[in-house]
């Protein structure tokens, strides 16, 4: 083969290789999709800041929303339409049922008998975050690992490219 | 006519339903009150500020009050356990309050049980209304 010849196959290979990259982390959208239900949205960001439902399976939701009375130590009681109609919001939005591959990620990383309730005991939360130490999700500006809009600020909106990450001081 | 009377009744007890009153809360819980302790001789504004800020210990080792989260001064912002910002509670600096009574209902369903592990008395509540309506 000719010098020219193997440049061009070697730039071809270059760029075909990152726009495969690209489209890898675009794909299906890298991002959850913008969802939206007015209760989900009152309801569930009075007290923390409101979890996309493709951050974690339908058995977690479903876990969770049957447990409101010890919601995480608290008391997060709402009557029996409102949290059915929450339910039916998240089941339908939950990460086993999302096309995106972050969702498809999360859940494949929750064995099939688990339905946790905290994002951060996923394996797909931990291993995302393991050069981040914990002192730093305790920094006054983090509060805790739950705290996801303290460093991804679109987090709410289902958000979490690392482009957009900033850890505060 | 009856149709007409019928959609009046619905636009005056859906505005009224929005358009309550700390006073008309007030005058909710006095009626249960009332029927909850027939000795009930009114709502106190002092007892409800003992109320705010009394700590107590809960069951799970941490010191709790209504104060915890809204912060001593209620004309302040206060914060969550999940660090989100609590908009003050008291009128005067939050004219929102006490406006609603089934989202205070709700509240006081849940934060009775947070801080003090059972559930409210009219009297409290009364009293914790009286208090914050009184804050200048």
């Known amino acids: 083969m000719k010098k020219w010849m193997q440049f061009l196959v070697l730039i071809g290979s270059i760029t075909s290789t990152s726009v495969l990259l690209a489209s890898g982390d675009m794909k299906g959208g890298g991002q959850l999709p913008a969802v939206s239900n007015v209760k989900w949205k009152s309801e569930c960001s009075s007290c923390h800041m409101l979890y996309h439902p493709g951050l974690l399976p339908e058995r977690s939701w479903s876990k969770m929303m049957s447990g409101l009375d010890q919601h995480f130590g608290e008391n997060a009681t709402l009557d029996a339409a409102t949290r059915d109609e929450i339910m039916r919001f998240l089941a339908l939005n939950s990460a086993d049922k999302q096309d995106n591959r972050r969702s498809k990620r999360i859940s494949q990383s929750i064995p099939a008998t688990d339905a946790p309730l905290r994002i951060t005991e996923t394996r797909y939360f931990t291993s995302k975050h393991d050069e981040v130490s914990p002192l730093t999700f305790k920094r006054k500006s983090i509060g805790s690992a739950s705290n996801c809009i303290a460093c991804h600020k679109n987090a709410e909106k289902g958000d979490f490219a690392e482009s957009q990450i900033r850890i505060p001081r | ?136």
């Open chain 2, 1 to 136: 006519m009856r149709k007409t009377l019928v959609i009046l009744g619905v636009i005056f007890s859906t505005t009224n339903a929005l358009a309550a009153t700390p006073q008309d809360l007030l005058k909710q819980y006095e009626a249960q009150a009332k029927q909850e302790n027939s000795a009930f001789a009114g709502f106190s504004a002092d007892r409800g500020a003992i109320f705010f800020r009394a700590e107590r210990m809960h069951s799970n080792g941490n010191k709790v009050s209504c104060s915890t989260c809204h912060t001593s001064d209620p004309r302040n912002q206060g914060k969550t356990r999940a660090n989100k910002v609590i908009e003050p509670i008291a009128p005067i600096a939050n004219p929102q309050r006490f406006t609603d009574a089934a989202k205070v209902e709700k509240w006081f369903g849940r934060n009775c049980k947070d801080v003090l592990e059972r559930a409210c008395i009219a009297q409290e509540k009364g009293d914790y209304i009286q208090y914050l309506i009184n804050v200048k």
